[in-house]
T-cell receptor, first 110, second 112 residues
Framework: DAKTTQPNSMESNEEEPVHLPCNHSTISGTDYIHWYRQLPSQGPEYVIHGLTSNVNNRMASLAIAEDRKSSTLILHRATLRDAAVYYCGPRGFGNEKLTFGTGTRLTIIP | DAGITQSPRHKVTETGTPVTLRCHQTENHRYMYWYRQDPGHGLRLIHYSYGVKDTDKGEVSDGYSVSRSKTEDFLLTLESATSSQTSVYFC???????????FGSGTRLTVV
């Protein structure tokens, strides 16, 4: 199974962009890269996912390295509501299993 | 919520007793998953299902069994609960590879 690493914590100022890194160096060629976030006392919430190309949605952008061994979640303008633990991980094509990293706790400074 | 319910929300049980957690969905999604979440370990996959009666093990499946007799229900059973199984358990559903997971609100299980 792929091993996924993330920084334990990051801080960002409110209204500034945030770049959250994820390393998935053993990812398989057909695995999708997923990102979720978790607020206190809640279940994880889907943010975004992608395979090879960069992806955008209303919540965030996902930048995927050309070799696919790393990715970056981009929050374009952080708000206090973005303070959460962010998890990334590969989802296997075929077995459909999603293996999470240990997460990055994002703190937003007003 | 997107049609996924976990029950019970909280449970305290004694060591050695069997415990069953239920995940119910109204989305008719094919894939269902059970994860546990512990401090320092993040979310770890216990078991998952890719259809009725089709299940497979995840990375931390020892001491757990699952059953899926209907599309909408995925049951997780701790056959003989131990203190190491004290955790928060999350169920998730997904329709296919092209889509993300939807998680339930979790079940907090304490084994004393």
């Amino acid at each position: 199974d792929a091993k996924t690493t993330q920084p334990n914590s990051m801080e960002s100022n409110e209204e500034e962009p945030v770049h959250l890194p994820c390393n998935h160096s053993t990812i398989s060629g057909t695995d999708y890269i997923h990102w979720y976030r978790q607020l206190p006392s809640q279940g994880p919430e889907y943010v975004i996912h992608g395979l090879t190309s960069n992806v955008n949605n209303r919540m965030a952008s996902l930048a995927i390295a050309e070799d696919r061994k790393s990715s970056t979640l981009i929050l374009h303008r952080a708000t206090l509501r973005d303070a959460a633990v962010y998890y990334c991980g590969p989802r296997g094509f075929g077995n459909e299993k999603l293996t999470f990293g240990t997460g990055t706790r994002l703190t937003i400074i007003p | 919520d997107a049609g996924i319910t976990q029950s019970p929300r909280h449970k305290v049980t004694e060591t050695g007793t069997p415990v069953t957690l239920r995940c119910h969905q109204t989305e008719n999604h094919r894939y269902m998953y059970w994860y546990r979440q512990d401090p320092g370990h993040g979310l770890r996959l216990i078991h998952y299902s890719y259809g009725v009666k089709d299940t497979d093990k995840g990375e931390v499946s020892d001491g757990y069994s699952v059953s899926r007799s209907k599309t909408e229900d995925f049951l997780l059973t701790l056959e003989s609960a131990t203190s190491s199984q004290t955790s928060v358990y999350f169920c998730a559903i997904s329709v296919s590879t092209e889509y993300g997971y939807t998680f339930g609100s979790g079940t907090r299980l304490t084994v004393v």
